[in-house]
């Protein structure tokens, strides 16, 4: 069964889908959200892949983006792999509770919530005293070990040596219940609004547990491994998978991947926090005007 | 270095070796795979995964694709691995638990 338009892979679909990827890799891997906002409206919309294809495509993708970036953020020790581990058990079924509840009601009104939450967050990670923060985490965790009272926090505290502060951060997990609690909503939200868990994750372990920026975008990068390798296995299952619109996309992604993660690591914490601050207003835009249904 | 420390490392070298050999051996084998479609004609119209018997190019980025997808799983069992080691009982569970739930979340899904 061809399930796809039997269009010959010409030079410049190779190249068109090459360079999504590419793009998608760096913004996904630098920012720990994926990249399948920017794939899956290309995908559709400027190549006229049906939708299905493209969300499989794109899942495949960020896979590979995922993959490649948590490979490195994890050598680097950028990623709390149990912080991670811990998450995946609320964020999981969170999203397959949202799929049950995308079943049986609209989620334009929850989608402008969503923005609204966004904004919040947005402004949370721009506003003054949250960037002093962000230079002030290092000094605030460096007793992380003493401060933590039992064991799940004594294992979440991480450290990782920072490019642009040139020095050893060493950091607490804070309200472990309160994120746990957060995590869950957001793989609900993540799921009823079709949005990729790192735009949730992000804030989540970085607002509320107070994880430094750049470990918050590893460890939400290393989470988005499985929860994305699941998703598009059940496509591959379905029969989405599209070797040869893939096999571009993956090449572009990995190269873009690799990109994005060197520029997390030189950056300094306050331009990424601003930089994702922008991120989630632009997505909160998008919400708005899911709801507004012009698009 | 102390013990936590060691295990840390061995912890993070592991999963990232995972990921990193994951992704570079799926990535070579959709090059290997471009390259036979690139060098073979009339084999580059669009086909689904089903029909892959049927043409090498895509059996060969197929299996590219499966190993990149397989990786996050095999990645938690290496930490479940890694986490017995260590007896770290609290990790295993919450580590079993990952690959039970996202088995449920593939189970469901295929309902």
């Known amino acids: 069964m061809l399930l796809c338009r039997a269009t010959p892979l010409d030079g410049l679909n190779l190249w068109a889908l090459g360079g999504t990827g590419l793009v998608a890799g760096i913004l996904g891997s630098a920012l720990g959200v994926g990249g399948g906002f920017l794939m899956v409206p290309i995908l559709t919309l400027a190549l006229g892949l049906p939708i299905k294809v493209a969300i499989a495509s794109s899942l495949v993708a960020i896979v590979a983006n995922s993959c490649t970036a948590a490979g490195i953020y994890t050598k680097a020790r950028l990623t709390n792999i149990r912080l991670g581990l811990l998450l995946e058990t609320v964020t999981i079924p969170g999203a397959i509770i949202g799929g049950f509840i995308a079943a049986v009601i609209a989620p334009s009104i929850l989608s402008a919530i969503f923005g609204l939450a966004l904004i919040y967050a947005a402004y949370t990670m721009l506003t003054p005293k949250q960037l002093m923060y962000e230079d002030n985490s290092s000094a605030n965790g460096s007793m992380a070990r003493n401060i933590a009272t039992d064991n799940l926090s004594a294992s979440l505290a991480n450290s990782y040596y920072d490019q642009n502060l040139d020095k050893i951060v060493t950091y607490k997990v804070n309200r472990t219940p309160a994120g746990l609690v957060a995590g869950f909503f957001s793989g609900i939200l993540s799921s009823l609004l079709g949005i990729g868990g790192g735009v949730v994750n992000v804030p989540v372990t970085h607002l509320i547990m107070g994880v430094p920026i750049k470990a918050a975008i590893a460890t939400s990068t290393f989470i988005i491994t499985i929860t994305t390798a699941a998703g598009a296995l059940i496509y591959h299952f379905h029969g989405h998978i599209y070797p040869f619109i893939i096999a571009p996309l993956v090449i572009g992604i990995i190269i873009g991947a690799r990109i994005g993660v060197e520029l997390t690591q030189r950056a300094g914490g306050i331009l990424l926090r601003r930089i994702f601050g922008v991120f989630l207003i632009i997505i909160a835009i998008l919400m708005f005007l899911k709801t507004a249904n012009v698009i | ?111």
Not at chain 2, 46 to 66: M, N
């Open chain 2, 1 to 111: 270095m102390n013990n936590r420390n060691l295990k840390e490392n061995r912890l993070n070298n592991w999963v990232s070796l995972t990921f990193r050999l994951g992704a570079a051996v799926s990535l070579a084998l959709i090059i290997i795979g471009i390259i036979i479609l690139l060098i073979t004609p009339g084999a580059a119209d669009i086909q689904p995964l089903v029909r892959l018997d049927e043409i090498s190019a895509a059996t060969v980025i197929s299996i590219g694709i499966l190993l990149l997808l397989l990786t996050p799983i095999i990645q938690v069992i290496i930490t479940v691995a890694l986490f017995s080691a260590s007896k770290d009982r609290l990790f295993i569970g919450i580590a079993i638990a990952v690959l039970c739930l996202a088995a449920l979340s593939f189970a469901i899904a295929l309902l």
